[in-house]
């Protein structure tokens, strides 16, 4: 198998989304209460900052390339 980059931006990413879907499962089962609306900022805010990581581990690796 061939080596890849490290991608940390898919690595926060889905660490956003396991931490809403951990969210809703406890919710489900009722140890958690909380508008079903609540985690949209959560999202976009994980969202924004795997673009940010990205941006950033992108450029150090250009840069890290000269």
Known sequence: MR????????L???????????????????DLHFPSYALLPVL????CLAGVVSSVAFAIRRRHRR
Do not use: N, Q, S
Request: aromatic content about 10%; charged content about 15%.
């Open 44 to 47: 976009v805010a994980g969202f």
């Open 3 to 10: 080596r890849h980059d490290f991608e940390p931006g898919k």
């Open 12 to 30: 926060v990413v889905g660490l956003v989304l396991l931490v809403c879907a951990a969210a809703y499962l406890g919710a489900a089962r009722g």
